[in-house]
């Protein structure tokens, strides 16, 4: 299994910015996708965004202009750059892998926006 390690969340004022970073174990060049997503509490977990093995991006309309995917294949990291933040982006974010019907999860990482 691969094992993806979250991190970067924290306490950020409103229009802030932060940089998540998610670590996989192994080769991330080698999985179709990775993708962000995030979860408040009573809320439905949602996709954040996407980025496949080939670059290609997808972002919620939520998040869309603010938020950028990116991927590091030398470091098996995906990064998640969260400019302009609102207190609505408050949540728990994770990290997934997609290779076919396979699907490996983070832990999640704390992100709070204050108002």
């Known amino acids: 299994q691969v094992q993806l390690v979250e991190s970067g969340g924290g306490l950020v004022q409103a229009g802030g910015s932060l940089r998540l970073s998610c670590a996989a174990s192994?080769?991330?060049?080698?999985?179709?996708?990775m993708a962000w997503y995030r979860q408040a509490p009573g809320k439905q977990r949602e996709l954040v965004a996407r980025i496949t093995s080939g670059g290609s991006t997808y972002s919620a309309d939520s998040v869309k202009g603010r938020f950028t995917i990116s991927r590091d294949n030398a470091k098996n990291t995906v990064y998640l750059q969260m400019n302009s933040l609102k207190p609505e982006d408050t949540a728990v974010y994770y990290c997934?892998?997609?290779?076919?019907?396979?699907?490996?999860w983070g832990q999640g990482t704390q992100v709070t926006v204050s108002s």
């Open positions: 192994s080769s991330i060049a080698s999985i179709n996708a």
């Open positions: 997934k892998s997609e290779h076919g019907l396979v699907r490996y």
